[in-house]
């Protein structure tokens, strides 16, 4: 079994920071891309950022220049710096894996975590 577990969400003001984790645990022999996505109340769940496992990411234009995504192999981390943030950017954010765990390889999701940003 597959598991992966976001934290760090919370409430903060316009222009303030936080810092996502996502933590994958369970029968894992390799991590592929991974990423992070966004559903405000009322929208479609959208892309954030993207990080694969050579460490290329992408961003979504809205997030440019303002959020960081890297990872950990070894602690099976990914992470979601944010900063200057924005009351657009409130929404529940899920972390996305490609997990090979030994005969196929599959994309689990994370239970995701609210980030709200106040005006």
């Known amino acids: 079994q597959v598991q992966l577990v976001e934290s760090g969400g919370g409430l903060v003001q316009a222009g303030g920071s936080l810092r996502l984790s996502c933590a994958a645990s369970?029968?894992?022999?390799?991590?592929?891309?991974m990423g992070w996505y966004r559903q405000a109340p009322g929208k479609q769940r959208e892309l954030v950022a993207s990080?694969?496992?050579?460490?290329?990411?992408n961003y979504a234009d809205s997030v440019k220049g303002r959020f960081t995504i890297s990872r950990d192999n070894a602690k099976r981390t990914m992470y979601l710096q944010m900063n200057s943030l924005k009351p657009e950017d409130t929404a529940v954010y899920y972390c996305?894996?490609?997990?090979?765990?030994?005969?196929?390889?599959?994309?689990?999701w994370g239970q995701g975590t609210q980030v709200t940003v106040s005006s």
């Open positions: 996305k894996a490609n997990i090979y765990s030994g005969y196929t390889s599959a994309w689990y």
């Open positions: 369970g029968s894992i022999l390799s991590i592929g891309t």
């Open positions: 990080i694969t496992s050579g460490d290329s990411t």
